[in-house]
């Protein structure tokens, strides 16, 4: 079965903070594709990033920043300088061929 | 624009009254499909679309509907809804080759309350 766990619930930081959120996934297919989606309190799905299963190489966009293990099945996501607007709630998601299994979600809380 | 629409955006109705929310894409995305978002349970699939005229179950299906008539459309009908349905509804687009589905791209959201 496939599965993301997302263990934090909700984190408070304070401005400038750097924060991680974890994502940890369970699957036994080798070729796979994994996401991370940010839903601001305006409610939308915003696209992030998406890594394929064959690339370990982390990626960094501006102040964030992705960290894949196959080793120990997780996908973390680093915000690095964080700022009021990255205040939203953060899905991992996982796909093999045809369905998008989400996290239940991290809510970031960023505070001035 | 690339975008993903849905109509409406927000909709009261009561138990048992037939609706159907309306879902369009307009970058030519074979792969769509339905969520819906409830607190604590994150976004779980309703259904899904592979093309036209292939639609698939997705986890939570029972008491919904779907057509995939044309590639652009991908409506939701709810037969006989029920409070239970009340929920945040998403539908999204993605491209799709291979048998895989690359990252979707999600419409605005429905909120739906059934009384």
């Known amino acids: 079965a496939q599965k993301v766990t997302q263990a934090q619930t909700e984190i408070s930081v304070v401005e400038k903070e750097d924060v991680t959120l974890d994502c940890v996934y369970e699957?036994?297919?080798?070729?796979?594709?994994l996401f991370w989606y940010k839903q601001p309190p305006s409610g939308e799905l915003v696209f992030l990033i998406r890594?394929?299963?064959?690339?370990?190489q982390n990626e960094i966009s501006g102040r964030y920043s992705w960290n894949f293990q196959k080793s120990t099945s997780s996908f973390n996501f680093t915000i690095t300088a964080s700022q009021v607007v990255d205040s939203a709630v953060y899905f991992c998601?996982?796909?093999?061929?045809?369905?998008?299994?989400f996290g239940t979600g991290t809510r970031l809380q960023v505070f001035p | 624009e690339a975008q993903v629409t849905q109509n409406p955006r927000y909709l009261i109705t009561v138990t048992g009254k037939k609706l159907t929310v309306t879902c369009s894409q307009n970058m030519n995305h074979e792969y769509m499909s339905w969520y819906r978002q409830d607190p604590g349970l994150g976004l779980r699939q309703i259904y899904y679309s592979m093309n036209v005229e292939v639609t698939d179950k997705g986890d939570v299906p029972e008491g919904y509907k779907v057509s995939r008539k044309e590639k652009r459309n991908f409506p939701l009908i709810l037969e006989s809804p029920s409070p239970n349905q009340t929920s945040l509804y998403f539908c999204?687009?993605?491209?799709?080759?291979?048998?895989?589905?690359?990252?979707?791209?999600f419409g605005p959201g429905t909120r739906l309350t059934v009384t």
């Open positions: 998601a996982l796909v093999n061929t045809d369905k998008l299994i």
């Open positions: 890594r394929n299963s064959f690339d370990e």
């Open positions: 699957t036994r297919d080798t070729t796979y594709y």
């Open positions: 999204a687009s993605s491209y799709s080759s291979g048998g895989i589905t690359y990252e979707q791209y």
